[in-house]
């Protein structure tokens, strides 16, 4: 596979420069929420990597997650299948090829005892299924999984429980768990990493910690089917736990990435493993340290996919990809199949969009080309006057600008000798047309005339300059009218202000509220701050409930709301709302108990409580051989919905099935505070009939059938 490679790199033109292997970090519309102690796994046959479960929040009992998300390169999309597994975090998950199956196992849900889970798990691209083998590990967390490709085995290794850190090895063929006993074995771990090298066909095992506080590992271990074996390197990954790793096939190299030191600090380390090393690697860009992330390679696009983990601060959602990025060279760099769109060179002028250039192709002389429509718009070009930047400088027309306002009379300046004066400029109250939109230039702009000939114009602080009394420094009249453009109405005029709002009483529209700006919305008179009813005239301003609300806009007319509180915004306020919390703007109440029918649960129903004397009976309905007959707490089903209850939870009430006469005693004494309701449903051939609907239309549901 390396002489592949080679041989593919010396086919490339001379002089052309490859992209670096790099993290990038990607910025999908939709994502999942900020979790940690996720598992994640590449599902070949669809081409999707596959997140699962997690927690947020942390700390014990807090925040587990059981959602199902794809990623394909491009966004994340939500799965919804029927069957889930529980929410569980910090389980193991790998892709089984042979099988096109994404296996899950274990994981801990709650923190607490017997919340390790040993149950395995199946994702088929659709829906998940849960296996039940003869045999199966433990349950734990923390453990580490891989797929051994050329064995067709999912293996795993250690983890912990509350027996402590486990160093057993299993492997899964697809129907069931077999425990492994090699000679030689790894020291008990978790929170360790594994990874499958499909060129040398092993599993690799790196680090992690034991039961003993502080006791991490820096060991690394291969797995050939067989046995473990150790591996002796001088060059090692520092001690760390929760970290991630995954196989880059592209590459040929198992990658490492993030984790927890010793120091209490999470690491952004990259590190590869060839076989025979560790090498740590620098990429330019880097994901923040973290713990407890998922990482998957996604083998088409040759990409390792990184997802969330935890930080101090807290739980992340960011989505990362370590792979070959962009350069501007005309080349497919990170292998998506597309050569972006501003490395190709549309108009045929020898120049590109993207810069600086670094590649080889035939007929390309540079980058930074800023208009790839036209061929006449390139770098180095001689620049015209036309308002266009032709030569790609971020300049236009240098050269054509006589007052140095940056514009010029080809691009649109009206007055090229003064500086004050071009397209775009702030429009000064100098009696110019400073920012050249008039095309009759140069009259006046608008606001900086003198319509009524006062001397002052709108943009010097004029008010209305349709009235030549009006103005900065007019005399102040009573006349409801800001004469002198100061911002106060009549606020000179001798005589009482009984509110101090220095608009005399003699036109002061609420001559006991303060309002200096005499703001009547409603035209009514009134000002806005004594008017009851603000936006509706209502000069009488009637207020039959005497909630400060006129009744012309009152919610409730009849009744005190002076709030005028309306939750289900049906224009009835919850004052006198016979149904507060549904919507009902026709109020229809068809059994005329106050409760509106979009909320009246109980219609429709028999009800019987302790003051009724005498026996209701039913008139038996043609075509039904018996009935099936429900008695049930009113307060269970305002307070439920539900219509059979169950006699177990609710005392009062009860099932009679298949009965020939359906009556009702009102012996049960249900209580003077308590009442009960009666259905009755028909049955023909052993099915029952429906419950029926109550007065808003809705169906009855059956919650608690007659078996």
């Known amino acids: 596979m390396r002489s592949l490679v080679l041989a593919f790199a010396l086919l490339m033109p001379a002089g052309v420069l490859h992209a ?12 999942p929420s900020a979790r940690f102690g996720h598992a994640m796994a590449y599902d070949s046959a669809h081409g999707r990597v596959v997140l699962f479960g997690g927690v947020y929040g942390g700390g ?28 569980r975090n910090r389980h193991a998950m790998a892709y089984d090829a042979g099988r096109g199956r994404v296996v899950m196992f274990g994981g801990v849900q709650n923190y607490g005892p017997g919340g390790y889970l040993c149950d395995t798990w199946e994702w088929d691209g659709n829906t998940w299924v849960q296996k039940f083998p003869t045999m ?92 473990w074996v150790q591996i002796i390197t001088s060059s090692i990954p520092s001690v760390r736990v929760h970290f991630s790793m995954a196989y880059h096939a592209a590459r040929e190299r198992v990658m490492l990435f993030g984790g927890l030191m010793v120091s209490g600090s999470n690491s952004s380390e990259t590190w590869d493993w060839d ?36 930080v101090p601060a807290g739980e992340l959602a960011d989505t990362w990809e370590y792979g070959r990025a962009e350069v501007c060279n005309g080349i497919d760099d ?73 514009s010029t009379v080809c691009s649109g300046d009206c007055a090229d000798l003064d500086s004050v004066t071009y397209p775009g400029a702030a429009q000064l109250c100098d009696g110019k047309n400073n920012d050249c939109l008039d095309p009759t230039w140069p009259t006046v702009a608008a606001n900086e005339a003198d319509a009524d000939g006062d001397g002052s ?55 006991f509220s303060y309002n200096p700006a005499q703001q009547d919305t409603d035209h009514d008179g009134l000002g806005n701050a004594c008017d009851n009813c603000i936006t509706v005239p209502n000069p009488g301003q009637a207020d039959l409930d005497a909630d ?82 429900y008695r049930g707490s009113i307060a269970v089903l305002r307070q439920s919905g539900l219509y059979t209850q169950d006699p177990i939870s609710t ?25 009960v309701f009666y259905l009755v449903t028909g049955m023909s051939g052993g099915a029952e009939s429906s419950l029926g609907t109550n007065s808003a239309g809705s169906q009855r549901v059956n919650s608690n059938p007659c078996p």
Request: hydrophobic share 30%; aromatic share 8%; net charge negative.
């Open 275 to 310: 076989g025979i090393k560790w090498v740590q690697v620098a990429p330019i860009l880097s994901p923040a340290g973290r713990e407890y992330q998922a990482m998957a390679y996604d083998s088409v696009r040759q990409r390792t996919v990184l997802f969330g983990g935890i």
């Open 457 to 511: 114009r709108i943009c010097a602080g004029d008010c209305n300059d349709n009235n030549s009394g009006v103005r900065p420094g007019a005399p102040e009249i009573c006349d409801g009218i800001d004469d002198n453009c100061n911002g106060q109405i009549d606020e000179d005029l001798a005589g009482v202000d009984s509110d101090g709002d220095a608009v005399h009483n003699a036109c002061d529209n609420c001559r």
């Open 136 to 227: 199966s590990p433990p349950g734990r967390m923390e453990a580490g999984i891989a797929y051994d490709s050329a064995r067709g085995r999912v293996v795993l290794f250690g983890g912990r429980n509350l027996s402590g850190s486990l160093a057993d090895t299993w492997e899964w063929d697809g129907i069931t768990w077999v425990q492994r006993s090699p000679v030689t074995s790894p020291p008990d771990r978790h929170s360790h990493s594994m990874a499958y090298d499909s060129v040398r066909g092993r599993v690799v095992i790196f680090g992690g910690a034991n039961w003993t506080p502080g006791a991490y590992l820096t060991d690394t271990w291969e797995w050939d089917g067989t046995t």
């Open 60 to 87: 014990p009992g807090g925040g587990e997650l059981n959602d199902t998300w794809e990623w394909d390169g491009t966004t994340w999309a939500q799965r919804t299948p029927v069957t889930s597994p529980p929410a």
């Open 651 to 675: 005392p009062l009430a009860e099932r009679n099935c298949y009965v020939f006469d359906p009556f009702v005693v009102d012996g049960l004494n249900p209580g003077l505070d308590q009442a």
């Open 548 to 629: 400060q609300r006129g009744d012309i806009c009152d919610n409730c007319p009849s009744s005190y709301n002076p709030f005028q509180d309306d939750f289900d915004s049906d224009s009835f306020g919850d004052a006198c709302d016979n149904c507060i919390y549904d919507s009902n703007p026709g109020q229809s109440d068809i059994d005329s108990d106050y409760e509106g029918d979009v909320c009246d649960l109980n219609d429709g129903l028999i009800i019987v409580t302790l003051l009724d004397q005498s026996t209701v009976n039913w008139q038996l309905e043609q075509g039904f051989q018996a009935f099936n007959e």
């Open 20 to 31: 670096q292997i790099d993290w990038n970090q990607r910025a999908p519309a939709v994502s």
């Open 334 to 406: 990170n292998a998506d199949g597309v050569i972006p769109d501003n490395e190709v060179d549309h108009d045929g002028d020898g120049y590109v969009a993207c810069g600086p250039w670094v590649g080889g192709t035939p007929g390309v002389l540079g980058g930074g080309d800023c208009d790839e429509t036209n061929p006449a718009i390139h770098p180095g070009v001689a620049e015209v006057c036309n308002g266009i930047d032709e030569n790609c400088d971020s300049t236009i027309d240098e050269g054509f600008d006589e007052d140095g306002d940056g």
